[in-house]
Structure formats: C-alpha cells, structure tokens
C-alpha cells in the first residue's frame, strides 16, 4: 500500500492517523501478508508494536473468490465421487471470512497467549487491545530469524526449531482445542535453543470435545492398538469411508497407516523431503495402488484445516530434515497417554506445566 493509503485506514479505524495513534510510526512495512501490512510502531506508553494493516477491499476480492469455488470442488468431485463438496466450502468460507475481521484473529491469539504464557519454548505475541480494530491489529513487537536463515544453523539448532514447532502443532489441538492452521514458514520467528516464536492466528480452528475424542479414538485404534477394523469403524462413524466399500483391511492399514506413520514405531524417525511429498501424493495422486478408497473418501468438516499438518508442517520439516522420536514426544501430546518427558525439551516444559499447575 502506498503511504496515503495505509494513514486512510489507520486514521478511519483509530480515529487519528498513524503518526498521532502511535508515539513512533515507520511507513516502510515491515511484512507483508495476502491480507495485510505489517508495520513497525511504538505506542505512547513506550511498547514496540508491529500493526497489521489490512488492504482496503480486500474482503470483496475474497468474497469473489469464494464465489468461484463451488466450480473447483464440482471438479474435485468428479475425480474424488465420494467427498462432498457442500459441508468442505462452508467450512472454508467460515474460516477465510473470519480471516478477515482482525477482532476475531485477535481472540485467537489472546487464547493462545493466555495458554503459552510463560513457557519455556514457545512465545505468542501479546496483543495491544486499545490500538486493534476490525481491520488493525496491534501485537507486541517480535524478534527472531525467519526459516530461510535457520536452515543454515546447526543441525542442533534445526532440530530443536522442529521439536518446538511439532509441539504447538498438536500439543495446541489437545492442550487448547485449537489448531493454528496456517503452518507457513514466515509465520516463525526463531532464536537459538528451540525458541518459537508463532505469528498469525488469522487461520485458526477450535474443536469441541467430541472432534478431539474422533482424533484420539483414531489414533488408539491406528496407532495404540493396531486394530484396524476397529479404526474402519470409527472413520465409518465420522463419515470418512462408507461402510458400503468393500476393500481388503490389508489396504486400508496401508493407505491410512501412512498418515500416522511418523508416530506409529517407538523409534527415531527422519521426515524428509522425499517423505513429505509422499505425504502430499497420498491425498491427491489417483494412479497408485489406492484409487479405490481415495475415490470412496470424504472430509468432514472439522477434519479441513487440520489436513494443513502434512501438506504444510511436514513440507517444513523436510526442509529441516527433521529428526527424533515422534511417537515418543505425541505420548507425551495426548492427554489420553501422558508419557513422562522424553527430550530435555520436554523436561524443561513439564517443569513449567506443572509450576504454573501449582500456581494456579
């Protein structure tokens, strides 16, 4: 946006343009996102602030856009007979339309602030309420390296980034009954040690306790109990697969085994980028040897934005070339285990879980 541009907005959202909101303003943006600008300021009271500053008209262009997806999921529904398409856009829409109000993006992340409070590893950005609107949102001033530079660190260092990032990943969707669905890489800030610091709560989805009971009955009859009829059962009962499709138990083990994969063996597993664009080829690549129960699938709603996990997060670690003990670490995750620590990472946390337990 052009400078003019951008003290318009400030000045209909706050009331006064940006070099009277703020104590400092700096017009060179400091990011830019698909829907904003981020900027650099500080407040009267002394804080250093990045605002995000949304581009004007930006909501009628997504909202013409999402006029346009009704074709694209009628395609998809040609290749993939099984998936319906209806419930898939509503939850779309849902989450992209409240991408666009910042007060929404800003409970978000006030969920997830009070959550990480203090944590030893990973650190949300607070935000400046009397300085956020519908359209600006002000959050407390970040600073780390971006992905591009930690791919150069030490291998160390990579490792304990990706430890941290697989931690707010899913521990969030079982600690908080939420999940930050945009795992983009200039989403992260970095410093050494494993600490994260997580921008951008304009994605997000919360889940009821009955959507995290599907996970874990999932993954107790995947992963815990290996009993894959028992597994067809459960994605039967949510709508995955329908209880018509006659397919051998070998293959459903095989196809959706994957998926759970990095965690299935109590050993140290490597995610690389050959494992990453496998994971990608299992939910689109409609020439290998399980057509038949990619064509039957369906997606239930809740189930959309979580798929980000392996078509974003492990892309990430591939990069990284991510490597440790998932299965040890998700035991650690879900709540339904609660396996003692098993990385200094984990020690480190569990002794701030349980002071803040105690404390409270």
Not at 48 to 57: D, F, L, R, S, T
Not at 151 to 171: N, S
Not at 306 to 327: E, P, S, T, V, Y
């Amino acid at each position: 946006m052009a400078p003019e541009l951008v003290e318009e907005v400030v000045g209909r959202e706050l009331g006064r343009p940006p070099e009277r909101a703020f104590a400092e303003w700096d017009p060179v943006p400091l990011a830019a996102a698909s829907i904003g600008q981020v900027h650099r300021a500080r407040t009267h009271d002394g804080r250093e602030v990045a605002v995000k500053v949304q581009y004007p008209g930006v909501d009628q262009a997504i909202a013409a856009d999402l006029e346009n997806t009704d074709l694209l999921f009628q395609v998809m529904s040609l290749l993939f007979p099984g998936m319906d398409p209806v419930p898939i856009v509503g939850e779309l829409r849902e989450r992209l339309v409240e991408e666009l109000d910042y007060r929404i993006e800003a409970d978000h992340q006030r969920t997830f602030a009070d959550h990480y409070r203090g944590h030893p590893f990973i650190h949300v950005p607070e935000v400046v309420d009397e300085c956020s609107t519908g359209r600006i949102l002000t959050t407390e001033l970040a600073r780390g390296a971006r992905f591009a530079e930690v791919l150069e660190w030490p291998d160390e260092e990579r490792q304990l980034a990706a430890e941290c990032l697989y931690r707010f990943a899913f521990g969030s969707i079982y600690g908080l009954r939420a999940f930050n669905g945009d795992p983009h890489p200039g989403n992260y800030l970095f410093r050494p040690g494993g600490h994260v610091t997580f921008l951008d709560y304009g994605l997000c989805k919360r889940f009821t306790d009955d959507e995290v009971s599907i996970f874990e009955r999932m993954i107790r009859a995947m992963v815990l109990e290996r009993d894959v009829p028992a597994f067809r059962r459960v994605v039967e009962q949510v709508g995955i697969l329908s209880p018509e499709l006659d397919v051998p138990v070998e293959q459903l083990a095989e196809y959706f085994g994957h998926f759970y994969e990095f965690v299935m063996e109590d050993r140290v597993l490597e995610i690389t980028p050959e494992w990453s664009s496998r994971s990608v080829r299992a939910f689109f690549d409609l020439s290998g040897p399980h057509a038949d129960i990619m064509k039957a699938a369906n997606l239930p709603p809740s189930m959309v934005i979580i798929q980000r996990i392996n078509l974003g997060l492990f892309a990430l670690f591939g990069d990284l070339g991510a490597r440790g003990n998932w299965r040890r670490i998700a035991e650690e995750l879900w709540p339904f285990v609660s396996g003692r620590p098993s990385t200094p990472m984990g020690e480190e946390i569990a002794d701030w879980a349980a002071a803040r337990a105690g404390s409270g």
